[in-house]
C-alpha cells in the first residue's frame, strides 16, 4: 500500500462518446486552473463500438471542476483544428456535432459494411452529412 497525499487520488467527472468533446471540456478546465486528463480516447474507437473517453481531475480538485463545466460550454469554433469537427459543407460553420449510427446492412451487399458510421450535423444549417462522404440526408426542419 502507497502513502499517496490525500486528494492526488484521480477521479472521472465526465464519460464522452466523443474524444474532442471530453478535450474540449479538459481545455475548459485548464483555462480555469485545473489540471485534467483524458484516458480511453483511443480505445473508445478500437473495437468499433463507442466506449467512450474519460475526463479525471484530482480529488481534490472536483468540486471547482463540476462548477467550472456548468458553465457556458466551448464553442466548436474555439477548438484548436486538430480537436474540432469537420466544418459544414454547405455554409462552412464550424458550429458541428457528431453522432455514430449504425447503418442496416443492404440484402445485396456484397462488400464490408462498417459497424458504425459518423453523421455530421450542422447547428446553424440544419445539414447532415456522413463523415466519409457528402451524402445529404436531409436538412431538419
Not at 86 to 97: D, G, K, N, Q, Y
Amino acid at each position: 500500500m502507497t502513502n499517496k497525499p490525500q486528494g492526488d487520488e484521480l477521479i472521472t467527472i465526465g464519460r464522452y462518446f466523443s474524444p474532442a468533446e471530453a478535450h474540449a471540456h479538459r481545455l475548459a478546465l485548464e483555462e480555469a486552473g485545473i489540471d485534467a486528463c483524458v484516458l480511453d480516447e483511443e480505445a473508445g474507437s478500437m473495437y468499433g463500438v463507442g466506449i467512450g473517453a474519460r475526463l479525471q481531475v484530482r480529488a481534490v480538485d472536483r468540486d471547482a471542476a463540476l462548477r467550472a463545466l456548468q458553465g457556458q460550454s466551448i464553442p466548436a469554433s474555439m477548438l484548436p483544428d486538430e480537436l474540432a469537427e469537420p466544418p459544414c459543407p454547405v455554409c462552412a460553420s464550424r458550429e458541428v456535432t457528431q453522432a455514430a449510427e449504425i447503418p442496416e446492412v443492404p440484402a445485396n451487399s456484397v462488400k464490408e459494411w462498417p459497424s458504425r458510421v459518423w453523421r455530421y450535423q450542422c447547428a446553424a444549417c440544419g445539414h447532415s452529412w456522413f463523415a466519409d462522404d457528402d451524402t445529404t440526408l436531409g436538412k431538419s426542419s
